[in-house]
């Protein structure tokens, strides 16, 4: 029986589990201190303390690295790589820390890992992590050259509620094609066609959400650019954190605004009709997409709970297929069956390569890196 250790970190917590092969013994939620997050200028200024809590969380628990077989992280934001798992080496963590992109504290998963695993030879891997873009070339292209569209969303979920329905129906997930909406804090819609994700519509693209904008009128978007109400910074944060229900409610708990429902408010309804709306159109596009007839329509994310939202998607596409409904996240159970994988030979791991955007070669990468490392006391260096 394989020991595996999965993280994944958040915003403001740290989410650890204990796996016995595919059976989840301890699960918990570490919350970072107010005062460290005040501190934290950047999300890997956060690396000790949140190292530091995960490893008294071990020995809490009664466990050591020595018990460990392998530690599975959540990938962070790095330059668009292919699905599965890959082995976190220095490279990785080196562009986590200095060219992300984006800043993001999914970065810090692998990087708590290898602090972990250091001195030891229990691997440290991802799986599935959030650059993961599998979509093909023609969804790629946009009327602007130079500006290209991505394949990111909640890939480690969505593929793993694929692979559940593809089981439940007696099939493969690469024998089956989906479309999965994951109704969370964002909204992605994704198409899985025969074992890839094809397509996507994701949270800067489709469907506003709790708390982000989804797609905008461009010309009504560029004015408020050059407004002068907002810096880019500002309005970045307001679109993908301050938009949504936060902005129409000041909440992003989509059960406050059920409450709001049933008491009669009818903003609260027309938005959330509208929210409902926009990613049933999403996963019409998707359909498109897909070249198969597509098994399942899949609703999946916190969300999912929300009978309004559900029931109304539900009769606006289940013209498309039947849908399954399954509430919630499964990210640590994908992370676990990814190392399990690993582990039992089922999966390849491979070995991360790629450089950020605007670098040639690893010399001229590594000339960056030490020269913020020489500029930033947070990277050893003195300013």
Known sequence: MKTILVINTGSTSTKVAIFKDDTRVIQDNLFMSEEVLKRSMTAVDQLPFRTQIVTEWLANNGYSIKDLDIIAARGG???PIKGGAYRVNQLMVDVLTYAPVSRHESALACMIGMNLAKGSDVPVIIYDGVSVDEIREVARYTGFPGIRNSGRGHILNSRRVSRMTAAKLGKTYEE??????????????SAHDRGRIVDI?????GPMSTQRAGRLPMDQLIGLCYSG????QELMKLLNGGSGYKAYFGTQDARKVAELMDAGDPLAYAVTEALSYQTSKAIGEMRVAAEHPVDRVILTGGMANFKFVTEYITKRVSFIAPVELLPGEFEMEALAEGALDVLTGKAMLQEFDLLPAGYATREEFYDYVRSCQDKSPAFGGNA
Not at 229 to 232: A, R, S
């Open 77 to 79: 934001p790095l330059p």
């Open 176 to 189: 089956s094609t989906f479309i999965v909406a994951h109704l969370g804090g964002s909204i992605s819609v």
């Open 201 to 205: 519509v994701n949270a800067f693209s």
């Open 229 to 232: 109400k907002y810096g880019q």
